[in-house]
């Protein structure tokens, strides 16, 4: 499964510099990525971070990010609003639900999969992660039946 979209492309015109600050407004034109969308967010790609990425990650009501591994680097959520199921650890047995004011941290090379647990409401969280590079150090977990 590829979880990457081939067409996806930062928006650099919606980066503000102010000699040392960056901005980005209202948080940039969304994009796409593995059933979720995200709000463009700060990266090595449009603002030149070298160790951190950051957006807002939404999950449509009824939508799953599916399974799948971070490679290497921490990632740590904030959830805004929203209830979350992760499916995780080896085969994905095991399950814990979050919801609207949880943090969660997923440690490097926890295989997990992403349910939006409403059919109704999206699920909205802060995501930021250890590495510059977005989801490119992402890879797909094939969940074993």
Known sequence: ?????KNDQVDQSVVEDHGGILTIRGGGKERSWNGIHYKQGMSAKNVGSTQLSCNIA?????????????????????IIEGRVRHEFGENLEQILDNEGGDFIYIKPGVP???????DTDPVVAFVARATA?????????????
């Open 112 to 118: 997990h999969e992403v349910f939006n647990l409403s």
């Open 58 to 78: 939404t999950i449509p009501p009824g939508g799953v990010a599916y399974a799948h591994i971070h490679d290497g680097f921490d990632l740590m959520l904030y």
């Open 133 to 145: 590079d977005e989801w490119d150090l992402i890879i797909p977990y094939e969940r074993k039946t």
């Open 1 to 5: 499964m590829e979880l990457k979209d």
